[in-house]
């Protein structure tokens, strides 16, 4: 019995530290760089973790409304998005959705992406 009631204690700690922990993460502003983009990361998995436990979310919600908005264009129904490849001065690979965001000096070697 005692081996039991010690495990519970134990328990109780590790569930007040880690309720300590989400509302440090969630109240307290903090300035430097790394632990401000932590704490972005954290309050949006939380947000996201706490909206997919609801019942109702996930009872009428489509692929499109689980992702949440992370497509950059919409598109009107039937109409193609002409996607570019090209090369930056560094050599890098880069992606533009029109041939308009291609830069003028890439534009001449810019490829579009088959669909």
């Known amino acids: 019995m005692l ?3 010690k495990y519970f204690l134990w328990l109780v700690v590790i569930v007040a530290l880690a ?3 989400d509302q440090l993460m969630l109240k307290l502003p903090f ?3 790394g632990l401000k983009q932590t704490q972005q ?3 949006d998995f ?3 973790l706490v909206g997919l436990m609801q019942a ?3 009872s009428s ?3 499109e409304s689980v992702i949440g908005g992370t497509t950059a264009v919409s598109v ?3 109409e193609k998005i002409n996607r570019y490849l090209y090369v930056d001065g560094n050599g890098t690979l880069q992606f533009a959705d029109s041939l308009q965001q291609v830069p003028a000096e890439y534009r001449q070697d810019a490829q579009r992406l088959a669909d």
């Open 3 to 5: 081996k039991l009631l």
């Open 19 to 21: 309720l300590g922990f």
């Open 31 to 33: 300035h430097s760089p």
């Open 41 to 43: 990361f954290y309050v």
């Open 46 to 48: 939380r947000t996201r």
């Open 56 to 58: 109702d979310t996930l």
């Open 61 to 63: 919600s489509s692929i």
């Open 76 to 78: 009107p129904t039937g």
